[in-house]
């Protein structure tokens, strides 16, 4: 293979895929059950009618893209603050990356204190702010070159752990500028959380400290619409993107009133601009795939009790067998943890499987073999094309893979 390209993935080893179509991925023939749908993206599967549909109807009107404001853009942006009316003003983004990247430039014009705190296991995308990871001490250690100029200016806390966040918030309390955190973390999914997040938000408010909620993988794939509505939160600021993108790239930042009053009170210019940022197409595909959601209630819902009956089945399977691994979800969003102890934060889930990485990666390789893709980050996401013939295929090949190895 031609080597070029640097992106994460393109190694020599790396499948080229070609095609996509319903809960299906294709390449060189070969068909297998995508057990990723664009990193969460998809929610109604490859190649869906809504996207087809709108994307279609729009070019066959010698229609095109446009960076300048366009009626697509404002449309959309009424239909996101229906769905989230703390948000008072709205940044579209082309990534997830861009919002966090712009959420930060927010909060640090806004309030004037240096360090940001991140919450261990949560993830932000390619910022370089934020590309940290805690050793066992919760020190921070880059996890990429060219970021030295952010080292000291980040520190972690332990997710839903309240008592040991405090200790650290209350060292640092007067040096904190904003508090960023993954609120239900795909690399954990569980949903006993709230308690946690209640914690942080008085926390902050009472610290003067911005609390912002990375939703982009959350957002819309929740039955509630968000994380923070189902715990009644109030971020400062909120990340949105993936599903809300309908297949597009997308990324929004929600800010809520006291932000705003902020950067209206000491009228400060901060820079949003840029060339895909509120294009035509992706907030017209955007605004079709919340319209339709909006209008089929029972679409997620069925989409979770699929999810349910996967989680279900595979882990009374790993009990009876006692197999050392368990599926852990949040609604729609499942992961196998590779140990049957109780893990409660990523961390301890990074120590337990630490020893077991050839047996993941054998564990990979078996479902490769039997047509089924398992993205290598361990997120799974179904879609509403996800069939129950496919969850029965990947229920049968797990089973024999995880009591075999583990
Ligand atoms: C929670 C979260 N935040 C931010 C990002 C970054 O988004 P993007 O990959 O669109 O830049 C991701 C991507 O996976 C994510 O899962």
């Known amino acids: 293979m031609d080597d070029i390209i640097l992106n994460g993935g393109y190694n020599k080893k790396a499948i080229l895929f070609e095609k996509g179509f319903k809960d299906k991925i294709y390449y060189k023939g070969k068909e297998l059950i995508d057990l990723s749908h664009c990193s969460g993206s998809l929610l109604f599967g490859h190649n869906n009618s809504i996207l087809v549909k709108s994307l279609k109807n729009y070019l066959n009107k010698k229609n095109s893209i446009f960076s300048h404001p366009?009626?697509?853009?404002?449309?959309?942006?009424?239909?996101?603050?229906?769905?989230?009316?703390?948000?008072?003003?709205?940044?579209f983004c082309n990534s997830g990356t861009e919002a966090v990247t712009k959420a930060l430039r927010i909060s640090f014009a806004t309030n004037k204190k240096k360090l940001i705190v991140s919450v261990a296991g949560s993830w932000h995308g390619s910022v370089s702010k934020t590309l940290f990871y805690p050793d066992k001490n919760f020190k921070p250690k880059p996890i990429s070159s060219g970021i030295e100029e952010n080292k000291g200016k980040i520190i972690f806390i332990p997710y839903n752990d309240i008592p040991n966040s405090k200790k650290i918030l209350e060292r640092f309390k007067n040096k904190i500028n904003c508090l960023i955190i993954e609120p239900v973390q795909a690399g954990l999914p569980t949903d006993t959380i709230g308690s946690y997040l209640n914690f942080l938000q008085s926390y902050c408010k009472k610290n003067k400290i911005n609390l912002i909620f990375d939703e982009i993988i959350t957002g819309f794939r929740t039955l509630e619409g968000s994380v923070q509505k189902k715990y009644k939160i109030n971020p400062e600021i909120t990340l949105l993107g993936k599903v809300l993108g309908g297949g597009l790239p997308i990324g929004v930042i929600g800010i809520n009133n006291s932000i705003y009053k902020k950067l209206k009170k000491n009228k400060l210019k901060v820079f949003f601009g840029g060339t895909f940022s509120a294009n035509s197409m992706s907030s017209l595909v955007g605004y079709e795939t919340l319209k339709y959601l909006d209008s089929n209630k029972e679409i997620l819902k069925n989409l979770v009790a699929k999810c349910h009956y996967f989680q279900k089945k595979l882990n009374d399977f790993l009990i009876l067998h006692n197999v050392d691994a368990r599926v852990y979800r949040f609604q729609s969003i499942l992961?196998?943890?590779?140990?049957?102890?109780?893990?409660?934060?990523?961390?301890?889930?990074?120590?337990?499987?630490?020893?077991?990485?050839?047996?993941?990666?054998?564990?990979?390789?078996?479902?490769?073999?039997?047509?089924?893709?398992?993205p290598n980050n361990g997120l799974i996401f179904f879609s509403t094309a996800t069939s129950y013939k496919s969850i029965q295929k990947l229920l049968k090949h797990t089973q024999i893979i995880l009591k075999k190895k583990f």
């Open 70 to 91: 366009n009626i697509y853009a404002v449309k959309f942006s009424k239909l996101i603050k229906k769905k989230f009316p703390n948000f008072k003003k709205i940044v």
């Open 335 to 374: 992961r196998i943890i590779f140990s049957k102890k109780n893990v409660f934060n990523r961390p301890q889930r990074d120590f337990l499987e630490k020893k077991k990485t050839k047996k993941i990666n054998d564990f990979k390789k078996y479902l490769l073999k039997k047509n089924i893709f398992y």
